[in-house]
T-cell receptor, first 115, second 114 residues
Framework: GNSVTQMEGPVTLSEEAFLTINCTYT??????LFWYVQYPGEGLQLLLK?????DKGSNKGFEATYRKETTSFHLEKGSVQVSDSAVYFC??????????????FGQGTILTVHP | SAVISQKPSRDICQRGTSLTIQCQVD?????MFWYRQQPGQSLTLIAT?????????ESGFVIDKFPISRPNLTFSTLTVSNMSPEDSSIYLC???????????FGPGTRLTVL
């Protein structure tokens, strides 16, 4: 079955530091890949997505590239801000058969950014 | 994006009782899902709510414990039956826009079972 593995957290950074959160996946076929973010006290929001190999999703300074050869979708940001403190979830969506539309989530990574 | 509301936003319930959670979407959608997020954990799919037919449950979840209704394309309910403290979680509904494969989540219902 499908699975998503994220780097263990929590991650603590100083403001303006470079961020990488690793995500690897196992899936049959060609899933779509997503990063979701959950800010303190708020609901789950879609941050970015990529639907095919070599696609790069980007939003709010965050980027992730769909790497089929390494089955990875690592999240990066060049300069984090205190407001980026949140929980980040990597997820994949099956696009065919009876599993269509179902999201499989990684375990989540807590990011804390200090001033 | 879609505007999704859930009721109640939170509740504290006694062991052995049941709670029904409502999910309302601002436009018609084909795909609706129910997820559970246990404390400090990731999200796990409970079931897909199908309009006009029975929900499709994931392994480990059964209809007797989590009955779901989907009377139309904008509304669904999830009932957590015969609750125990292990059911304390955040329950979220989500919808998918089929044409762009993006899924949007409701604000969640935080359930505490005593």
């Amino acid at each position: 079955g499908n699975s998503v593995t994220q780097m263990e957290g929590p991650v603590t950074l100083s403001e303006e530091a470079f961020l990488t959160i690793n995500c690897t996946y196992t899936a049959t076929g060609y899933p779509s890949l997503f990063w979701y973010v959950q800010y303190p006290g708020e609901g789950l929001q879609l941050l970015l997505k990529a639907t095919k190999a070599d696609d790069k999703g980007s939003n709010k300074g965050f980027e992730a590239t769909y790497r089929k050869e390494t089955t990875s979708f690592h999240l990066e940001k060049g300069s984090v801000q205190v407001s980026d403190s949140a929980v980040y979830f990597c997820a994949l969506s099956s696009i065919g058969g009876t599993s269509y539309g179902k999201l499989t989530f990684g375990q989540g990574t807590i990011l804390t950014v200090h001033p | 994006s879609a505007v999704i509301s859930q009721k109640p936003s939170r509740d504290i319930c006694q062991r052995g009782t049941s709670l029904t959670i409502q999910c309302q979407v601002d436009s018609q959608v084909t795909m609706m899902f129910w997820y559970r997020q246990q404390p400090g954990q990731s999200l796990t799919l409970i079931a897909t709510a199908n309009q006009g037919s029975e929900a499709t449950y994931e392994s480990g979840f059964v209809i007797d414990k989590f009955p779901i209704s989907r009377p139309n394309l904008t509304f669904s309910t999830l009932t957590v039956s015969n609750m125990s403290p292990e059911d304390s979680s955040i329950y979220l509904c989500s919808v998918e826009r089929e044409w762009n494969n993006e899924q949007f989540f409701g604000p969640g219902t935080r359930l505490t079972v005593l």
